[in-house]
């Protein structure tokens, strides 16, 4: 399957390059898009692609490909509606959008949203397991801890090709644009406190909002938020399931912890299953599920099958095959709304405004 790529900063190259590169039995990337020649160059050299845009609109004018790759950072809505718009197929990381408005205007067509950690085998794993169990229904509590260095520690292994000739005006129009798209969200009055939730909200915990749809479904309520520390600190987040039980989030930006580490934790009436996630950008690090059940009986299972890899063959299944992605366009918006639940539940916690849709 010919496609393109949109953006190629780190997730691209750290992630996506190697994965290509490796899986030409599935795909043959024909185009590559980034607002720095430096990186497009980069890029395009490592995967042979001989289309190289600056230009979103003149790519998809130019074609020579059957569906895109949206990886560039930030909101994706505009991308997205111009892919649609023109009959690509698009697999666009998260977040879909920074608002539901720009969701809303969205046309009709094959669109998958990127949350690797959906298609990672421990979590699949974990679901048959809770399958077996009973489901949603056995569930008293999820808990989540995320403990986050910063992303140049991440990356310091990848030897990144760094932007260094993008235009400084066109960079200043472009966060003009994203902080008019946070207030459309949160109002215009939403102050950086909450704005800065939100950004952490969409940008990062929207992993494990994802993780609670697939095993519970979309957090019914948001009863209680709470930052601390100097931004993006530390977070913590709660409220009920849909079904039963409650969750709770605790996110903790540390900037020199040695190791990233996620852990999500599902206790039922019997016993308990937990996943521990490495740092998203290490290749094939397996992810651990421990269940734990009966009289202190512990079993342990690894995979070190790539989640990225398993996610990118799904979205060939999809375009080639029909095979439905685990998030549409619907699981895109419902974490848009939940991450505005989280906003405005500690704006109004704090006595802080909050308008836009978030109201």
């Excluded at 019997?270 to 059940?293: D, H, I, K, Q």
Aim: proline share 5%.
């Amino acid at each position: 399957m010919k496609i393109a790529l949109v953006g190629c900063g780190a997730v691209t190259q750290a992630v996506y390059v190697p994965l290509l590169s490796r899986r030409r039995d599935l795909f043959e990337v024909t185009a590559v898009c980034d607002l720095s020649p430096t990186l497009t160059d980069a890029v395009g050299d490592r995967l042979g692609a001989a289309g190289r845009y600056s230009s979103v609109a003149e790519m998809i004018s130019a074609g020579g490909f059957e569906a895109l790759l949206v990886l560039a950072s930030g909101s994706h809505g505009e991308t997205v509606r111009r892919a649609l718009a023109a009959g690509y197929a698009v697999l666009c990381e998260k977040p879909l959008a920074l608002t539901r408005a720009e969701v809303a205007a969205l046309p009709e067509g094959r669109l998958m949203v990127g949350y690797m950690k959906q298609y990672d085998p421990a979590v699949r794993r974990a679901e048959e397991v809770l399958a077996a169990l009973g489901g949603p229904e056995v569930i008293r509590a999820v808990e989540v801890t995320v403990l986050h260095p910063s992303g140049e520690s991440q990356l310091a292994f990848a030897n990144l090709e760094q932007a260094r000739d993008v235009d400084a005006g066109l960079l200043g129009s472009l966060r003009d644009a994203e902080s008019a798209l946070v207030s459309r969200a949160l109002g215009e009055s939403a102050p950086e406190a909450v704005r800065n939730l939100y950004g952490v909200s969409l940008g990062s915990i929207c992993h494990d909002l994802s993780l609670l749809r697939r095993f519970t479904g979309a957090p019914a309520d948001i009863s209680y938020v709470e930052t601390w520390g100097d931004a993006p600190g530390s977070i913590e987040i709660s409220g009920a399931l849909p079904v039963r039980g409650r969750f709770s989030i605790r996110w903790h930006y540390l900037e020199d912890y040695p190791a990233y580490r996620e852990t999500v934790a599902i206790h039922h009436d019997r016993g308990s299953l937990e996943l521990v996630f490495p740092s998203p950008y290490l290749m094939n690090a397996p992810t651990t599920l421990t269940v734990v059940s009966g009289a202190e009986s512990r079993t342990e299972w690894r995979e070190v099958t790539e989640a990225f890899e398993v996610q990118l063959a799904a979205f060939h299944a999809f375009v080639n095959e029909g095979k439905p992605p685990l998030t549409d366009v619907g699981g895109g918006l419902e974490d848009i709304v939940t991450a505005q639940r989280i906003a405005a539940r500690y704006a109004v916690q704090h006595g802080l405004p909050i308008g836009g849709e978030a109201a």
